[in-house]
């Protein structure tokens, strides 16, 4: 049996084809079929890699009696958030203002209008003692409301719709000053665990813009408690189980607030973001566990997550296998562990250094364990068997069924790798970082960009009826763009980030209040028309708060004042909402901190190749500075000049001239 998703490109869709729900993907048809039968929608959003997605699938929509009443009851809409963030957007303002939260899978029951009127998340398959309601239960009764109480259904969808309309525009007018850096660091400090580091408690997700935004503000202020945020973050994160210490990079977030049981996905974007922070922390403050961890992520990204031939990111890994292992891959029982390493002593210091003994952390089986570091080898010796360990942990677990990688390459995400590969390239030393990010952005750059549709939203699919007009991938290329430039000294990078804000200035931005919409094309079902400018950061880097980003780094690097009046604006458009947001906001911050603090420009100018240029400019990337930007040109003699706000040094000839410079 198959559904109408068989042949649609996303594979959380396609994953979903053999089931018995008569499934629509989204668009018109689905939205026509309801309104003609006169049936309430149900809507399900997801993700490939998202476990309780999986287990919603297996406990309930495979399952015959409930696709029954589905399909009898309903017009069914499977979405994919990956494919659709607009749609996801809209639907989960809608879930969060009537229960409180949001998350996936989204389980919306909408109007044939496309409105929501009743909603949650996971449903388990049968109710349970604490209140939630069985998904039979829950499908009957809203199928009963629908047919016998219209009255209250067009009201709840009323409440949603206006609530919704208010909630996406998240533009608040205010002054830019220095001192919405201070609240905003403040109100981060309120969230802070000072127990095991990050912010708020289970379940706790990693907050990387938080970091480099509070790493700056330690480099500017000197105040030794933001330092200490940063460094027992990044070592809380770096040490509990939701890095994955056997092959790299770190899942989605830990469901306790000692980051040891994580949700085992792992996402393109966290890890792009994640790698940064570590990089910057390495940089400014030489912590090697800080260089490990980068090197992990970089290891684990060109093993896993991209093609090094075609020069693309791939997506995502999965949490599981299969239906109902719950992290099987990444985790040990004892015995497993033993056999991996196959030696006594190693055994015994593996087992030391990550807490494994006879019970571990998971419900589903309780001999599992998560790996996280729980003391350090003691010794040379114990370090040395613990490093073979590890080697051998990864051989066993490579002979395992890995979980599955989404090869989608989403413009957006690719960016935000690509950028933070050359970030990589440069701190780690490691050119074939450069070469993979430039190629990912060459292909961006070609299969991607249209000059009057802007940015497609997945590379290669581009064209009428491919998902596009997405405001998100334009800033985070445009932010890439600035980034190669800044690695290569290339100026056809710089002219395509200007080339990209500026199609954004036509199709997004908005003239008479400042900030730029989501969406370039706003229609369709219900909530697609009601314009958003989203300015929090969930998860990912808010798009507003990036393309300000860009727009101060597009005036550091070509003094246009344009530019910065640009971004005078858009500052402006979201100042009210800065310190309020703090720890949600800390994309927006960073871009406020550039706006009210002097920004440092280092140029080196000199001949290509190896040589005191080559080696100036190596060192002026790797350096960490608050709000710097690096300019490469060609000259027949090597010189580089460092300038903070209006104050430039002489010329400098050497590295070791410029490394003294910048101290």
């Known amino acids: 049996m198959t559904n109408l998703l068989a042949t649609e490109p996303s594979a959380y869709l396609r994953a979903a084809a053999h089931q018995p729900v008569r499934w629509h993907p989204w668009g018109e048809a689905a939205f026509a079929r309801a309104r003609a039968e006169d049936k309430p929608i149900l809507l399900d959003i997801g993700a490939v890699w998202c476990h309780w997605c999986h287990v919603m699938d297996g406990e309930s929509y495979d399952d015959p009696a409930v696709a029954e009443v589905l ?344 960016a935000m790798l690509a950028g933070a590969f050359l970030h990589a390239g440069a701190v780690l030393d490691r050119p074939e970082c450069n070469a993979l990010a430039l190629a990912a952005l060459d292909r961006i750059w070609t299969e991607a960009w249209d000059e009057e549709r802007g940015m497609a939203h997945v590379i290669g699919r581009a064209g009428a009826g491919a998902p596009g007009g997405l405001l998100d991938d334009n800033v985070q290329a445009a932010a890439a763009f600035l980034d190669a430039y800044e690695a290569t000294g290339e100026g056809a990078w710089l002219e395509r980030a200007a080339a990209v804000l500026r199609y954004c200035l036509r199709a997004h931005w908005d003239e008479p209040a400042g900030g730029f919409f989501d969406v370039r094309d706003r229609g369709g079902a219900a909530y697609l028309a009601t314009p958003a400018k989203p300015i929090q950061d969930a998860p990912t880097p808010a798009p507003n708060a990036v393309a300000a980003l860009v727009l101060a780094r597009l005036w550091a690097l070509t003094g246009d004042a344009e530019w910065r009046r640009l971004l005078d604006r858009q500052l402006a458009a979201f100042a009210g909402a800065a310190a309020e947001l703090a720890l949600y906001g800390a994309t927006l911050l960073q871009a406020v901190d550039w706006a009210v603090n002097p920004v440092t420009r280092i140029e080196v100018a000199g001949p290509c190749g190896a040589g005191a240029a080559c080696a100036m400019h190596l060192l002026a990337l790797q350096t960490y500075r608050p709000r710097k930007v690096v300019i490469r040109r060609i000259a027949e003699r090597p010189a580089a000049t460092v300038c903070v706000g209006t104050t430039c040094s002489l010329p400098v000839a050497t590295p070791e001239a410029l490394a003294e410079l910048l101290r």
Request: glycine share 10%.
């Open 71 to 414: 399909n009898r009851d309903f017009v069914c809409i499977k979405v994919d958030r990956d494919e659709r963030p607009d749609v996801d957007a809209r639907y989960q303002r809608a879930v969060q203002a009537l229960t409180g939260q949001g998350g996936w899978p989204l389980t919306a029951f909408l109007t044939p209008e496309g409105e929501v009127f009743y909603g949650g998340t996971y449903f388990p398959p049968e109710g349970n003692p604490y209140g939630r309601p069985g998904f039979l239960t829950v499908l009957r009764q809203v199928a009963d409301l629908y047919r016998r109480r219209r009255d209250q259904v067009a009201q709840n969808a009323a409440a949603i719709r206006r609530h919704v309309a208010e909630s996406l525009d998240e533009a608040k007018r205010g002054e830019v000053t220095a001192a919405l850096l201070e609240a905003g660091a403040n109100g981060m400090a309120r969230l802070f665990d000072i127990r095991y580091g990050g912010f708020g408690t289970a379940p706790k997700f990693p907050h990387p813009a938080a970091c480099r935004f509070l790493l700056a503000r330690w480099r500017d202020t000197g105040a030794d408690w933001m330092r200490e945020v940063v460094e027992k973050t990044l070592a809380g994160m770096a040490r509990g189980g939701i890095r994955d210490h056997v092959g790299g990079g770190f899942h989605r977030y830990a469901v306790d607030e000692r980051w040891i049981v994580p949700h085992f996905e792992k996402m393109a974007y966290d890890n792009a973001e994640l790698l940064r922070a570590y990089l910057d922390g390495y940089a400014a403050l030489g912590t090697p566990l800080y260089r490990e961890v980068a090197t992990g992520i970089v290891q684990w990204v060109l093993e896993v997550l991209c093609d090094r031939e075609r020069g693309v990111f791939f997506t995502s890994q999965d949490a599981d296998v299969r239906f109902g292992d719950d992290g099987d891959y990444w985790t040990w029982t004892p015995e497993e562990l033993r056999e991996a390493v196959g030696d006594e002593r190693r055994y015994e210091v593996a087992r030391r250094v990550f807490d494994v003994d006879e019970r571990g952390e998971m419900h589903h089986n309780p001999r599992k364990h998560v790996l996280w570091w729980s003391r350090d080898p003691a010794g040379e010796e114990e370090w040395a068997l613990l490093r073979d360990a590890l080697a051998r942990l990864k051989a066993a677990r490579d002979r395992r069924p890995a979980p599955a990688v989404d090869t989608t390459p989403y413009v957006n995400w690719n």
